[in-house]
């Protein structure tokens, strides 16, 4: 039972974050073109269709790159969805945070529950960590986020490599 649950928390909580950027481009209505959680790639042409991702590492949300929205509204609400995800992992942080700090003795006589709510700390603390990060394999949100507030252009860029 321990191990079930150990095993659908990692991609519980990525799918919370990803949701989190999905949200974020509904509100905006912008459109997305792709969704991409580990091997699950949903993708849309006329409508949404479930395909089986080559990198099943890999979690991302894309944008529609040709739309024909206002430039700034379509880069404001981009970095706004870039940074809804780590915000939602952020909160989901400070959920298990105090549910710790509240239950602490309680969680002390209950090791399986204790487990889980460590991991559920340490996932979200790996997640937000990988939203800094910038490699040749994965490029974070928050990273992204940064950089795309003097260099607009490199949304595009990656928003295009992922398509
Ligand atoms: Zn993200």
Partial sequence: MTVFFLII????????????HVFCFIFMKIE?????????MFTK???????YSKHNNKCYVVPKVKHNKNKEYYINSIRK???FGPAVSFFFLC???VYLGINYNLLLNNRIEMMLVLFNIAIN???????????KSSVGDIYLFIKSKNHECILDDYFYDLL
Wanted: proline share 4%; charged share 15%; glycine share 6%.
């Fill in 45 to 51: 042409t006329d409508k949404w269709k479930l395909a």
């Fill in 81 to 83: 969805s870039l940074i």
């Fill in 125 to 135: 603390v790996s997640i937000l960590h990988g939203c800094f990060t910038y490699n």
């Fill in 9 to 20: 928390c990692l991609p519980l909580n990525i799918v919370f974050h990803e949701l989190g």
């Fill in 95 to 97: 959920l298990y945070l």
């Fill in 32 to 40: 997305m073109k792709k969704i991409c959680i580990g091997p699950l």
